[in-house]
Nanobody, 123 residues
């Protein structure tokens, strides 16, 4: 199993920034190649935000391209999501994911999910 623990969410004004972190652990973490972020607003489906491969190739949703940056520290088994120029529509519960394939990371079928961290952007 792989355990994922997110942190860094909070309340911020529109135009502000937040940095999310996700620390991974577990005996099967070596099988994880992609890590990433999804977000969800109550009543809506989970939405892909970004993903990063073990070799730091990055992938982004069009809605956040140019504003968010995903990165990973393999030595610390941690990924980060730097979120700049936040908008009220970025308000959501953000989930960290860990996947063995890109398809899992991109489609939300990752076998491992964190508990989520709330991001609220006020207008």
């Amino acid at each position: 199993q792989v355990q994922l623990v997110e942190s860094g969410g909070g309340l911020v004004q529109a135009g502000g920034s937040l940095r999310l972190s996700c620390a991974a652990s577990g005996r099967t973490f070596g099988s994880v190649y992609f890590m990433g972020w999804f977000r969800q607003v109550p009543g809506k489906e989970r939405e892909f935000v970004a993903a990063v491969s073990w070799t730091s190739d990055t992938y982004y949703a069009d809605s956040i391209q140019g504003r968010f940056t995903i990165s990973r520290d393999n030595a610390q088994n941690t990924i980060y999501l730097q979120m700049n120029s936040l908008k009220p529509e970025d308000t959501a519960l953000y989930y960290c994911t860990a996947s063995t394939t890109f398809n899992q990371a991109r489609t939300g079928t990752s076998p491992y999910w964190g508990q989520g961290t709330q991001v609220t952007v006020s207008s």
